[in-house]
Each structure stands twice: as structure tokens, then as C-alpha cells.
Nanobody, 129 residues
Framework: QVQLVESGGGLVQAGGSLRLSCVAS????????MGWFRQAPGKEREFVAG???????????GYADSVKGRFNIFRDNAKATAYLQMNSLKPEDTAVYYC???????????????????WGQGTQVTVSS
């Protein structure tokens, strides 16, 4: 069982930055692929970024086209924490952001909502224009 706790959301002006954190319980964090999703009011939950589990120092990451070049997902296995660094924020980035985890023995990241088995409670990000 893995429990995920997000933090770091808030209100920021367009063009600003925020860093979201996701702290995971459990002793095998490095074997979990991690993802960030978001859900805006009236919209479906959508993939934002994902990172594979770590095998040695190697892991792989991917991004939704809408955030590519602006957001960066990374992980600190020693702290059992995944991060989402968000730069050049836009009003359309406003949403509740969710952290997700799935146990994986492969060097892939996952983009599908149904591929993840564990979810955090979400953290609100609001970008004002």
C-alpha cells in the first residue's frame, strides 16, 4: 500500500512558477512510476507528466504537449518524493493537481489514468491573468 500526499499548490500570477511535491509512504519508492494529472472544473482528469521508476540512475519522463518545455517532473528516491516544477504558468493551467503512483518493473512512464493504482488527495493551483 502506498499513500501519497501532495503539497505546493497555491495562487500565482501568469508567468510565475510553482513546485508541487508528492511524498510517498513505503520502502520501495524507486520501483514506482509516478505521474501528475490535473482536473479543471467541468473537465476530465488529464495527464500532465510522468516519470518511470528508477533503475540505477536511469529513469524516463514524458509530458503532455500543453506543458512540454514549461513543466519538469523529477524524483528524489532518498526522500520518497516526486516533484512537478511548473514554470511560465498560464491561466489555463488552473486545476486541481493530483499525484499518482504505480508499481513498475519497466523503464516506462505511464500516461493513462487507469494505469495508476494510487492517488493523492490533490492540490489546487490557480493562475491569475
Amino acid at each position: 500500500q502506498v499513500q501519497l500526499v501532495e503539497s505546493g499548490g497555491g495562487l500565482v500570477q501568469a508567468g510565475g512558477s510553482l513546485r508541487l511535491s508528492c511524498v510517498a509512504s513505503g520502502r520501495t519508492f524507486s520501483r514506482y512510476a509516478m505521474g501528475w494529472f490535473r482536473q479543471a472544473p467541468g473537465k476530465e482528469r488529464e495527464f500532465v507528466a510522468g516519470v518511470s521508476g528508477s533503475f540505477g540512475s536511469t529513469h524516463y519522463a514524458g509530458y503532455a504537449d500543453s506543458v512540454k518545455g514549461r513543466f519538469n517532473i523529477f524524483r528524489d528516491n532518498a526522500k520518497a518524493t516526486a516533484y512537478l516544477q511548473m514554470n511560465s504558468l498560464k491561466p489555463e493551467d488552473t486545476a486541481v493537481y493530483y499525484c499518482a503512483a504505480v508499481y513498475s518493473t519497466s523503464t516506462v512512464y505511464y500516461t493513462g489514468y487507469n494505469e495508476y493504482g494510487y492517488w493523492g488527495q490533490g492540490t489546487q493551483v490557480t493562475v491569475s491573468s
